[in-house]
């Protein structure tokens, strides 16, 4: 059983189990998070599962395990030939969240 999920802008395919790293979604460490934001479910019979009206009651349970900081992403930009440069950086905020439970919710 698999599902697929959108959280933080991304689409994430999730099984009971997996351990994945999301933009930081507010809550504490060891709390347990609804993603309810279902796109695409599987049966445990392997069955395909797209239609809204049967998702709409679809949820991911998921733990979280801890909050952290994502690689350092560098962002330059130089304009030539003006002696211009600009040199940045960003690390995002990230949550570890170890996924539990898929309910189809029928």
């Known amino acids: 059983m698999f599902a ?6 991304k689409q994430y395919c999730v099984k009971p189990g997996d351990v994945l790293k ?3 979604v507010e809550a504490e460490p060891s709390a347990v998070v609804k993603l309810t934001d279902v796109v695409l479910t599987s049966s445990d019979k392997g069955e395909v599962v797209a239609v809204k009206s049967e998702l709409a ?8 395990l801890r909050h952290v900081r994502n690689k350092k992403v560098i ?3 130089k304009i ?4 211009h440069r600009r040199k940045n950086g960003h690390r995002q905020m990230m949550t570890v969240l170890k996924i539990t439970d ?3 919710g029928k």
């Open 4 to 9: 697929v999920v959108r959280t933080g802008g």
């Open 57 to 64: 009651n679809a949820v991911v349970s998921a733990e979280v």
């Open 75 to 77: 962002i330059f930009k």
């Open 102 to 104: 898929i309910a189809l």
């Open 80 to 83: 030539r030939r003006h002696n």
């Open 22 to 24: 999301v933009e930081k």
